[in-house]
């Protein structure tokens, strides 16, 4: 990237003072965002590991609503089609979340996107495959993790989509090709990369402003 | 034959429920395009005999059998294709040996897990008893085929969840369906679809698929 092009912080949500989950941070709890006063607690078992997926699905939602509001220059017509329609099962897994989670989900998180230059179509996807390759990982990672089966069901609805969008991103930047098959991320016996929500948060940290605590989540 | 029985959606809100099960509707009715008419399969039959494999509970050792057969009909299916000369264009020629590869890394790894429990490679009719003549002299049948037998295989895995819930085999088994995801996404966007169908992507039951993928098994 040659130059860094910051944005205005951006609420894609707005914070509900009513919302359950705020909390000031304590120093017995890990805190995988910045240091601030206020922090979003994801709360415990299923509920913190759907407050976790949310969070994620909220950070790719707004990188694709801010990539189709601000298309880098040159972008074709097959890359505005897939960019949008990412966008849009984004946003569907977001109120997805938020809806099973009714009155447990965390309020709206602030994101940071000004290690992305959206003017430049490759900084966009590099972003891109990045996201989706966390959000892969960290779905695979969460899977076990769900006590209840339907939690279970749900999630796996939604995986096998991130997976396809990583498909799809790697397809614009390849072709259909071994790496859009998930070469570099699926080992030698085929399988994919799965992480701990510890280590996924590490690695969204940079993009999310919001502090983000969850004693239940290793 | 173990079906599945618990509701997949049984405590997640009824609207969202409503929603991923109109979008499930549409991907059946696509997938059933495969189906032929024909008696029940017993490609299954054999291996449930077998009581266990390294400990694990029959309806464990049933659901990695369906999928091993799975993973074998794939498997042969690249094998075939990757070693016809002239059919797949240069281009293409490292999506679908990455794919093969990671299908014969799926039967490497399910056979190993199973050990003596472990269902026989079947034989394949590709040509599905001569509906589809030219899969492997015709890169657009062959194509259109492979997108579609991946697709299934991600509804395949990811109907078999529930079934693996609670169980050490999980964890590997949302490993290779995501590797399936990133294979349809790739093939679909190869043969001109969207890379998924929409924000959720439904899963089939275990005599859905066996329907669909009964005229293909000899």
């Known amino acids: 990237m040659t130059f860094e092009q910051r944005y205005p912080r951006r609420t894609i949500l707005r914070w509900s003072a009513g919302a ?3 909390l000031v941070c304590g120093s017995m709890l890990p805190n995988f965002g910045i240091s601030s006063a206020l922090a979003a607690d994801l709360g415990e078992g299923d509920v913190a590991i759907l407050n976790y997926a949310y969070a994620l699905e909220q950070l790719e939602a707004a990188f694709y609503t801010k990539v189709t509001d601000h298309p880098f220059k040159g972008i074709t017509q097959q890359e505005t089609e897939t960019f949008t329609e990412i966008r849009d099962h984004e946003r569907a897994h977001v109120e997805f979340f938020r809806k099973a989670l009714g009155g447990h989900a965390i309020p709206g998180i602030e994101v940071d996107f000004s290690k992305v230059d959206f003017d430049r179509r490759s900084s966009v996807l590099a972003a891109a495959d990045a996201f989706e390759t966390l959000g892969v990982a960290a779905f695979n990672g969460a899977g076990p993790l769900l006590v209840n089966a339907d939690y279970l069901a ?14 799809m991103i790697s397809a614009l930047l390849h072709g259909p090709s071994s790496a859009s098959a998930g070469k570099g991320h699926v080992s030698s016996k085929g399988l994919d990369s799965t992480m701990p929500p510890s280590k996924v948060l590490v690695q969204a940290k940079p993009f999310i402003k919001t502090p983000l605590t969850a004693a239940s989540l290793k | 034959m173990n079906t599945q029985e618990k509701p997949l959606f049984g405590s997640v809100e ?25 008696s029940v399969p017993i490609l299954l039959a054999a291996a449930s005999a077998e009581a266990f494999a390294d400990g694990l509970p029959q309806q464990v050792v049933d659901v990695l059998n369906y999928a091993l057969t799975l ?47 472990a269902v026989k490679p079947p034989k394949f009719d ?16 062959f194509s259109t085929l492979s997108s ?41 966007v190869l043969v001109g679809k969207p890379g998924s169908d929409g924000a959720f992507d439904k899963p089939m039951s275990k005599s859905e698929v066996l329907e669909a993928v009964k005229p293909f098994f000899v």
Do not use: C, M
């Open chain 1, 20 to 22: 359950a989950g705020i």
């Open chain 1, 154 to 167: 749900a999630a796996g609805t939604i995986v096998s989509v991130e997976a396809r969008h990583a498909a």
């Open chain 2, 14 to 38: 009824p609207e969202v429920v409503e929603r991923i099960g109109a979008a499930a509707g549409d991907a059946l009715r696509k997938n059933r395009r495969l189906a032929v008419i024909g």
């Open chain 2, 71 to 117: 993973e074998h009909f794939e498997d042969s299916f690249y094998r075939k294709a990757n070693g016809t000369d002239g059919l797949i264009p240069a281009k293409y020629r490292d999506l679908f040996r990455e794919i093969g590869q990671h299908e014969t890394g799926h039967v490497a790894l399910l056979s190993w897990v199973l050990g003596s429990a």
């Open chain 2, 126 to 141: 590709f040509t599905a008893g001569g509906k589809y003549p030219d899969v492997f002299s015709n890169f657009k049948t």
């Open chain 2, 148 to 188: 579609t037998i991946e697709d299934t295989g991600v509804a395949a895995f990811k109907g078999q969840v529930l079934n693996l819930a609670g169980s050490p085999v999980l964890q590997t088994a949302l490993q290779i369906h995501s590797v399936e995801a990133r294979h349809a996404g790739s093939v679909r």
